[in-house]
């Protein structure tokens, strides 16, 4: 999270280009959205299995960061890409996320749902999808959310590769129910019927998103700036029981 903000901060000041990012967690996370309540989070179990918690600068709800791929897009909100209303560049990123997963060979996606707000309650992000987001056969795929500040998007979002999609029910402490979860979300495996490499699903939402906003991407690195941020973020905010304990 600090890293991603530490990118905002970059592109917002003009040091850097617009910047697509993947990674994964380790060891795995609980994240909560922005304003989500911490008293979600069942901290003794969540100690027992060893992962760590974090809050997110999006909003949203709980995810269980393990066997996923994670990416982060920050641009400047004059980029044609994400100008607009929040929904709309939602949108168009969802369009290229879409073309992603349909390299990978998923069929069945849909990514133009609007929810009614009531759907939306519980404290499980995978439980129901938000407005846009990808669904495969009805099922959550994949999680995203946006933010601006100072005239700049970060939109992050997870796809889940593989494993128990309602592992996160045991990390809370109203215990939803996992076969709520398991007939609202799904993995690329169980979507699939066989594992996909991280390497792989990176390489397919970089070609999707880079055929359909007619993009020319480039390898890169985070620069020395970026890491010194990165390093502050996470000591002065990320890492603080006043951020992630905080609501």
Excluded at 28 to 53: E, I, M, N, P
Excluded at 82 to 97: D, F, H, N, P
Excluded at 143 to 152: E, F, I, K, N, V
Excluded at 170 to 177: E, G, H, M, N
Aim: net charge negative; charged share 25%; glycine share 8%.
């Amino acid at each position: 999270m600090a890293t991603d903000e530490a990118i905002l901060r970059a592109v917002r000041t003009g040091r850097i280009l617009p910047t697509l990012r993947f990674y994964a967690w380790e060891p795995a996370c609980l994240s909560l959205g922005r304003a989500q309540k911490v008293t979600d989070v069942d901290q003794k179990a969540l100690q027992t299995v060893g992962f760590d918690l974090v809050r997110r600068p999006t909003g949203g709800k709980a995810i269980l960061h393990t066997d996923e791929l994670t990416y982060s897009i920050v641009a400047p909100q004059e980029e044609p890409r994400v100008t607009g209303s929040i929904m709309e560049s939602y949108r168009r990123l969802s369009a290229g996320l879409l073309r992603g997963l349909e390299q990978l060979g998923i069929t069945d996606l849909a990514a133009d749902q609007k929810v009614e707000q009531g759907q939306l309650e519980g404290p499980v992000c995978f439980e129901v999808p938000s407005n846009y987001e990808i669904t495969v056969g009805g099922r959550k795929l994949v999680g995203s959310a946006q933010m601006r500040a100072l005239g700049t998007v970060l939109q992050h979002g997870t796809l889940p590769l593989q494993g128990d999609i309602s592992r996160i029910c045991a990390l809370l402490r109203s215990r939803p129910d996992p076969s709520y979860v398991h007939a609202r979300a799904t993995t690329v495996e169980e979507t699939l019927g066989r594992s996909v490499t991280w390497e792989s699903a990176a390489e397919a939402l970089s070609a999707g998103l880079a055929e359909t906003l007619n993009l020319h991407l480039e390898p890169g690195e985070l620069t020395d700036e970026e890491f010194t941020w990165t390093e502050e973020l996470r000591a002065e905010k990320y890492a603080t029981d006043e951020w992630t304990s905080r609501v």
